[in-house]
């Protein structure tokens, strides 16, 4: 595989646009597709998601929308909703085309500009923007602003951003993004810590250790997500497409400690391209699964590694 992103799966393009200035910006990813999600965190800002259950009226979505800004940064899918109308895609009401575009958010208000966050303009830019090409990332489009160990505090954190890999199998490709803003420290595959919360001196703090002795724990803000998308060209109906989604978690638990918090907003999206959806044998089913869970602990440590080459600073 030459392409070894998301746009590796046959039908998807990614699109980013951003602020540098202001350190925000969105990730559009473009179908259609049939999707499911799993919400994991209890931080969450989210649009549309109720497209995404099984038994939901609409067939397919036609994009999805990751983004910063908090809940301001759903403006944004306005943007990308007037785009694919203009292009006739959406959902036959019968009286218009509605384009389905589920959203979700990560906090990033205060670490550049405070008065600037996603709004329809990049929305629709993020569209213009989007190709097959290999997903750029680091400190692109909803990764601009991200950051990882918010432990102790913007100065001890370190930058992180958006992060990509897949991988054939069989006949299918299975490819995951990531966009880390997590509270807590990213793992590499052995467990050691590869970016997080630090201290002065530099040294990683463990956020995990730190918190077990909790008369030490320092005070810090509740304002962190990792959004996660995972696709593959297999012809997954929307209720494996939810257990893809779900199983996918498992990534996220290795690779992101602590996780699935009490300020985490997390969230995965899964989607399939196949415009047709059969029931694959359980053995395809759990090899798809375990394809995917590679892919995203890929995407995750690559955030990172993207966030630190593409420039982003030390502190949020």
Known sequence: MTNQSLTAVPGLRVGHAQDRTARTGCTVIIGPFRGAVHVAGFATGTREL????????????????LTGGSAFGLAAADGV?????ERGRGFDTGVARVPIVPAAVLFDLGVGSADRRPDAAMGRAACEAATDEPVREGAEGAGTGATV?????????????????????????VGALAVVNAFGDVLAADGSIIAGARHPAGQFANTAEVL???????????????????????????????????????????RISPVFTQFDGDVIFALSTSPDARELAPAQRLGIASAAQFALEMAIERSVSGGIESGGTESA
């Open 81 to 85: 909703v007037a785009w694919l109308e």
């Open 212 to 254: 077990r002795a909790a008369s030490a724990a320092p005070q810090f803000r509740a304002d962190n997500t990792t959004l996660a998308v995972v696709a593959t060209d297999a012809p997954l109906d929307r209720s494996a497409l939810h257990a893809l989604a779900r199983q996918s978690a498992n990534a996220m638990a290795r």
């Open 149 to 173: 160990g918010k432990l102790l505090g913007p100065a001890g954190s370190m930058p992180s951003g958006v992060g990509s890999f897949a991988v054939q199998f069989g006949s299918f490709v």
């Open 50 to 65: 109720h497209v995404l259950e099984p038994n939901h009226l609409v067939p397919a979505i036609d994009a999805v929308l």
